[in-house]
């Protein structure tokens, strides 16, 4: 790229002299007059045809820096800028520099002599091999002069970023000289602009004014997308650029061109049209069946697919004829240039061409198909049957001429005759025998099995045709023949339990592991229980539960077994296998007869699954092997208790009793049953006696619930003090205390309540909003903000309590206060579900989406932000919507009282009964326990022995659709 400076000025001369587009053309240098030019008459000015002055640089005085080329090097400079060896004068240069510059012209850089490590130079050492002490060496090398450029590397890098600012004061760029004037250039107005005047046009009388008007001719893609929208014009308004299509056809188009390219997409229409009633006419055995109406428009339509694209077509046509001269036995050649030619529309010299590539490929199975497929009607019989003479084992072409008959006779007829050639084709008994009768089926099965021993379809096929005893010796025969195909283990398993065998089904998995083992197929574990689903889907359900007793230990490690067998039982729910997540929780019990996770899954699955008997069932085997475990227990009674079996239930709570003294959860499920049955004395019995023997807050605190529902205020203030003097730091009791002095009308007290509470209790949520909400009922709003305010202080980071402020402003009519509350409380809260969610609906409704997607973003999974959109979804009349995001909200939290009320309230404005009745249902079984409408439902006194169901109507009764 370097050379000398004589050779940079010869060149910048000649494109001076000659006119061209080098540096001093491309920026403006004065062009060159033609000999022939109207000034020659004139006084010739000075400049013009001299040579551009050394180092001169087109535009440099204003602010240009100058591009490099191959033609000129060097950028734009300074004439004050330091020059290198580049822009010497030729008479500074020195001999060596003269020499190193012809050894560079002498240097070849083609990239064939470049070497990745020695580049284009070479290296000293070519003529010997690169060895690895070569290699080593090169790399100390390296390393040395890495170390040794460090060294010194910062101090030279601090002196050179001296030299270099210094320079840069004394001989400022351009750029940098004209920096205060483009800063002045702010102060602009619009007007200055739009006053300076236009650059005149530099270039002499004929440039400008060329005699003739050049004319750019329209590709062919312009004229074919005209035409597919219905456009009858082909020349375009200059002013309107390619949209204006104003004159009319043909217009002014380009000599020879236009008008060729329109002739050739007019017989291209042509050809489609051809194309279009041949296919018609092939359709119904030579009638012509046309639609005078729509054939027009189905020709329309196929346009625009080829109309644009006619070059190309052209291109492949004549490569495709290329190759098929070169290789005339090419088969594939043939078959595409057929596909091309039908694709054109040409569909008859498609024909034509597939019939020539028949003759010189004769061997092709895939050129008979193709030329098969092409020909209609009868000529497709005729060239099936011609391939069948050149090709009389090829499977394809039977079954072909098979699809080409329409009686189901000429059908059979085709199939036998091809299997008396071909008589091994599995494909070609299967395809004859989907076509016959049973009886006439079961006896060619007997002759298929007998040509292709090795196919377990026809010999599973054949024993499924047979009678019981006539298929035992089938599938006997069959593992003679395939002693490694499991399937046929199988198949004669569910037959034996088909026919009340059950006895032998486990015989002959069993038989089954060995034989295939003896023969050295591996047991696939996976494979063996995803038969067994089949199996189980299919309704065999003892060969189902073989199989997995079978093959459920194999490969796994005793650590991993329970883990594992956890994980196959909740893969077979989900994939609809009951009996097979059954069987898998039945062998772990048996492995793990004393562990407690085992029997609880389980039992789940009973309660989920199974009918009610089965589950107590096994929670009498699981409390006889685990009599420790409370829940299970709990379970037997609650179960016999939904059966409205209160004694059972009673007995089995005097065994857990037995078994388990002293334990808190069976004494509070004890009071519940007898409490809930309207045996008030009995439970005041059972907690009376619970108190003296396992006294807890628990306890204590269902005392004084029993008390203050059944109306003994007084009793259940006692109680409440007597508790509170045992168990100071639970809170609940000092919240209940309250709100019987709320109850009572007893606001002081009640105050008094919650004050001792947060004094033992400070960390207490709920105890903070019921003195917040005591103190706002009474209109002390001041203190009521004061609380809340100090609970915050007590409890940073709290999004209960910051959503009581903003809720405490918003009620108060304040909603600039809450609004900032609110964004306070998400700085310090930004994970909170309930802030956001509470957030989306402070928002006017035009900026409620935007919030939702901000709240989705930072809580994707969180419930409440959930059920926001939900809401959110059903305030806009989207109903598809809101009902999948009710859905989502209750499957990630089905605990969440609020969205279940939510969701039935929903299903009553705009679900059918059944949408209703099933929410309903999912409901009671989820049994949900938390939600702030929920609880104040669920926990209010005159509610306390009211099924969910009725909690659930209370509860959407109390919804209004506000939001």
């Not at 101090?155 to 004037?181: A, N, T, V």
């Not at 000429?410 to 299967?430: D, G, Q, Y």
């Not at 857990?656 to 009995?682: C, G, T």
């Not at 009519?813 to 909170?832: D, F, P, R, V, Y």
Request: glycine share 6%; aromatic share 6%; charged share 30%.
């Amino acid at each position: 790229m370097s050379g000398g400076p004589g050779r940079q000025g010869s060149k910048v001369v000649s494109k001076a002299a000659t006119g061209g587009a080098g540096a001093a053309g491309a920026a403006g240098a004065p062009p060159a007059v033609p000999l022939a030019s109207p000034l020659m008459g004139k006084k010739k000015k000075p400049f013009l045809g001299m040579p551009a002055p050394l180092g001169y640089v087109p535009g440099l005085g204003r602010g240009a820096t100058g591009f490099t080329t191959r033609s000129d090097i060097g950028p734009a400079r300074d004439a004050n800028d330091p020059v290198d060896d580049r822009h010497a004068p030729p008479g500074k240069r020195t001999v060596g520099d003269q020499m190193k510059k012809n050894e560079e012209d002498e240097e070849d850089l083609n990239d064939t002599n470049y070497d990745e490590f020695n580049g284009y130079a070479g290296s000293l050492f070519s003529s010997g091999p690169y060895e690895k002490d070569d290699e080593e060496a090169d790399a100390i090398y390296a390393a040395l002069d890495k170390r040794m450029d460090e060294r010194r590397k910062e101090r030279r890098e601090l002196r050179e970023k001296d030299e270099i600012e210094k320079y840069r004061m004394e001989r400022p760029k351009i750029q940098q000289q004209f920096s205060d004037l483009k800063r002045k250039l702010a102060e602009v107005s619009e007007e200055d602009w739009l006053s300076i005047p236009e650059v005149g046009d530099a270039r002499n009388k004929r440039q400008r004014n060329p005699r003739h008007e050049k004319l750019t001719p329209m590709p062919d893609s312009f004229f074919s997308k005209h035409l597919q929208s219905g456009d009858k014009n082909t020349t375009v308004d200059p002013l309107q650029g390619l949209g204006g299509l104003n004159t009319p056809y043909p217009g002014s188009m380009t000599p020879g061109t236009g008008e060729l390219d329109m002739r050739k997409i007019g017989q291209a229409r042509n050809t489609l049209m051809d194309m279009r009633l041949s296919q018609v006419s092939d359709s119904v055995s030579g009638q012509t069946v046309v639609d005078p109406k729509g054939y027009l428009t189905d020709l329309n339509s196929m346009i625009p697919t080829h109309g644009g694209d006619i070059s190309d077509i052209k291109k492949a046509r004549l490569l495709l004829k290329s190759v098929r001269e070169t290789n005339p036995h090419h088969p594939p050649a043939w078959i595409a240039s057929a596909r091309l030619e039908e694709v054109t529309g040409k569909l008859q010299v498609a024909r034509n061409l597939i019939m020539k590539g028949t003759e010189m490929c004769p061997k092709s199975e895939d050129m008979w198909l193709e030329a098969a497929r092409l020909q209609p009607g009868d000529t497709a019989k005729a060239v099936v049957a011609q391939a069948v003479r050149h090709l009389p084992g090829s499977v394809r072409i039977y079954i072909r001429a098979a699809e080409l008959e329409t009686d189901g006779r000429a059908k059979k007829r085709v199939l036998r005759k091809a299997l008396e050639n071909v008589s091994k084709s599995v494909r070609l008994w299967k395809t004859a025998v989907e076509l016959e009768e049973p009886e006439d089926a079961r006896i060619m099965l007997s002759r298929a099995v007998e040509c292709c021993p090795t196919s377990v379809e026809l010999w599973l096929a054949l024993a499924r045709l047979e009678t019981y005893e006539n298929a035992r010796r089938v599938l006997n025969k069959a593992r003679e023949n395939i002693p490694t195909d499991r399937h046929i283990w199988i198949t004669a398993a569910k037959l034996e339990e088909a026919n009340g065998n059950t006895q032998m089904v486990e015989k002959i998995i069993d038989r089954a592991i060995t034989s295939l083992g003896a023969n050295g197929v591996e047991i696939n574990r996976e494979q063996w229980i995803q038969d067994a689903e089949e199996c189980d889907k299919a309704g065999s359900v003892a060969t189902c539960q073989a199989v997995i007793r079978a093959v459920i230990g194999i490969g796994i490690e005793e650590e991993d077994c329970k883990h594992t067998w956890m994980e196959d039982s909740e893969s077979c729910v989900s994939h609809g296998a009951l009996e097979c997540a059954r069987a898998i929780y039945a062998h772990a019990l048996q492995v793990f007869p004393s562990k407690k996770s085992v029997w609880l899954r389980a039992a789940y699955f009973e309660k989920n699954h199974g009918t009610r008997e089965s589950l107590e069932a096994l929670l009498q085997r699981a409390v006889a092997h685990c009599p420790k475990a409370e829940v299970l227990w709990l379970m037997g009674a609650k179960s016999k208790w939904m059966a409205n079996d209160v004694p059972a239930a009673r007995s089995i709570l005097a065994l857990a009793f037995q078994a388990n003294p002293n334990s808190e959860e069976i004494w509070l499920a004890a009071v519940k049953l007898e409490s809930e049955n309207n045996e008030y004395e009995r439970a005041r019995r059972l907690l009376s006696k619970a108190r003296s023997s396992a006294p807890t807050a628990r306890v204590f605190m269902k005392s004084v619930k029993l008390e203050w529902v059944l109306g003994n205020i007084e009793a259940a203030h006692e109680l409440c003090s007597e508790a509170l003097k045992h168990y100071e730091d639970f809170p609940k009791l000092w919240m209940m205390r309250g709100q019987i002095e709320e109850q009572s009308e007893n606001n002081d007290k009640a105050r008094d309540a919650y004050n001792q509470g947060l004094k033992k209790c400070p960390h207490s949520m709920s105890l903070w909003v019921l003195l917040s909400r005591l103190e706002e009922r009474v209109g002390q709003l001041t203190r009521a903000r004061a609380i809340l305010e100090k609970a915050r202080l007590k409890n940073p980071q709290t999004p209960e309590i910051w959503l009581e402020s903003v809720r405490l402003e918003f009620r108060a009519g304040l909603k600039n206060i809450s609004h900032t509350l609110m964004a306070k409380a998400l700085q310090e809260c930004a994970n909170s579900g309930i802030l956001w969610a509470e957030a989306v609906f402070l928002e006017a409704r035009p900026q409620r989406k935007t919030k939702s997607v901000d709240a989705l973003k930072k809580c994707e999974h969180d419930p409440h932000v959930l059920l926001a959109v939900a809401k959110l979804f059903w305030s806009e009349r989207k109903i598809t919507k809101a009902r999948e995001w009710f859905l989502r909200t209750v499957k990630i939290e089905p605990d969440l009282g609020d969205a279940w009320a939510l969701f039935y309230k929903f299903e009553l404005q705009h679900g059918t009964e059944e949408q209703q009745e099933e929410v309903r249902k999912r409901c009671e079984n989820a049994e949900p326990r938390h939600g702030e409408l929920w609880c104040a439902e669920s926990k209010h006194v005159l509610n306390w022995q009211k099924k969910i169901g009725e909690i659930l109507t209370q509860v959407a009764a109390k919804i209004k659709n506000t939001f």
